[in-house]
Every structure is written in structure tokens, then in C-alpha cells.
T-cell receptor
Framework: GESVGLHLPTLSVQEGDNSIINCAYS??????FIWYKQESGKGPQFIID?????DKRQGQRVTVLLNKTVKHLSLQIAATQPGDSAVYFC??????????FGAGTTVTVRA | NAGVMQNPRHLVRRRGQEARLRCSPM?????VYWYRQLPEEGLKFMVY????????ESGMPKERFSAEFPKEGPSILRIQQVVRGDSAAYFC????????????FGEGSRLTVL
């Protein structure tokens, strides 16, 4: 079936280094992709989104890359900070509310 | 600065009881979405509502679950005759218009069924 998945369940990164979180999707009809950050006990917080007519989008310290050929999405976080420690979810959809979420990657920032 | 407000934050029910979860969208938002998150999993879409209308309930279990968003008051997700498998975090999100981008999530309601 269709699925959204992450390559690695956990990522440990040194403070100040760049982080890269990967995500694979299989629904070629998806045209909207989002990255969310979820801290313990809280709701998902929007980080950045990208539509299928783009292959790169940048925000503040974050960049999302979309490779439709191999159905791959990644989130790059520059100069990772302790506050970046959280679970990161990629989500896909072909309308903006009915999103399919992956299982999440837990990012731990080492001081 | 009122974001999406959900209550209760934590709810404990025994098998067979009813659970009611409430969601007040952000000010100015008229579209509400409910998602469920099982432990160690991502969020799963349940239902999308506008005021007094269910737009898409394709993610809702066919039995025991219902949702409403009345003209006045919060959206309510109702689970009748709860079972242990209903234990999860239930997240509500809202948006100013449907299908146009970012969803703003609440902090979630964590249901535990004993």
C-alpha cells in the first residue's frame, strides 16, 4: 500500500553541526509535503512545506529538498541547537488536510 | 494568543465508558481536523469538519466514533464504549480555510483506557 516512511528512527547530532533527516514516500500522486516537529507532550509544529512543482525550499535554518524521481524528501537543519531535539515527521498529501504521516525520526542534539 | 485549545489534556476511561474530547480552533479558523496518534507512530487523519458540516470522515472508524462542529461551541470527538485499542493521543488542528496549507495543531488529548 501507499506509505510514508523515514529511513532512520533516530539521529544523534553534535550541537552546531548540520542535521539531515530523510523521508521516503511511495504515493506518486502526492503533491504536497510538510515537515513537522513534535516535542514531548506537545502537538506537531509546522516547520516547512513544499509542493511537487518545486525541488527545494528554504526557511530559517531549514531547507527541504524534494526528489520526485526517487520519491525522497529531506529536511536539513543548519547549526543544530539543543532546542532542535524533538521527533520530526514528514507528511504527504494531495490535498492539504488529509496528510499521511511517517513514524518519525527522533533527533537528539549532543552538547 | 489563543492557539488551538484541546481539553481535557489527559482522560482516563474504563472499557465501555464514553470519551468526549473537545477542540476550540484558533480565532478566525472555521476548519477543524482530528488526527489520532498511536504510541511510536505518526498521526493518522480521522475527520475534517467545517461549522455544522462533516466534509471528510474517511479516516473515522465506522462504529463508536463520531465528530461534530456545531455552530456555537467547540468541535467534539466522541468515542462510545471505549476499548483498550482506543488509547492514543488525539490531536485537533485548524486552518482558516480548507485545503490551503498549514494546519495548526493543538497540544492533544491523551486518552487512556483501562
Amino acid at each position: 500500500g501507499e506509505s510514508v516512511g523515514l529511513h532512520l528512527p533516530t539521529l544523534s547530532v553534535q550541537e552546531g553541526d548540520n542535521s539531515i533527516i530523510n523521508c521516503a514516500y511511495s504515493n506518486s500522486a502526492s503533491d504536497y509535503f510538510i515537515w513537522y516537529k513534535q516535542e514531548s507532550g506537545k502537538g506537531p509544529q509546522f516547520i516547512i512545506d513544499i509542493r511537487s512543482n518545486m525541488d527545494k525550499r528554504q526557511g530559517q535554518r531549514v531547507t527541504v529538498l524534494l526528489n520526485k524521481t526517487v520519491k525522497h524528501l529531506s529536511l536539513q537543519i543548519a547549526a543544530t541547537q539543543p532546542g532542535d531535539s524533538a521527533v520530526y515527521f514528514c507528511a504527504e498529501g494531495n490535498n492539504d488536510y488529509k496528510l499521511s504521516f511517517g513514524a518519525g525520526t527522533t533527533v537528539t542534539v549532543r552538547a | 494568543n489563543a492557539g488551538v485549545m484541546q481539553n481535557p489534556r489527559h482522560l482516563v476511561r474504563r472499557r465501555g465508558q464514553e470519551a468526549r474530547l473537545r477542540c476550540s480552533p484558533m480565532k478566525g479558523h472555521s476548519h477543524v481536523y482530528w488526527y489520532r496518534q498511536l504510541p511510536e507512530e505518526g498521526l493518522k487523519f480521522m475527520v475534517y469538519l467545517q461549522k455544522e458540516n462533516i466534509i471528510d470522515e474517511s479516516g473515522m472508524p465506522k462504529e463508536r466514533f463520531s465528530a461534530e462542529f456545531p455552530k456555537e461551541g467547540p468541535s467534539i470527538l466522541r468515542i462510545q464504549q471505549v476499548v483498550r485499542g482506543d488509547s492514543a493521543a488525539y490531536f485537533c488542528a485548524s486552518s482558516p480555510a480548507g485545503g490551503t496549507g498549514e494546519l495548526f495543531f493543538g497540544e492533544g488529548s491523551r486518552l487512556t483506557v483501562l
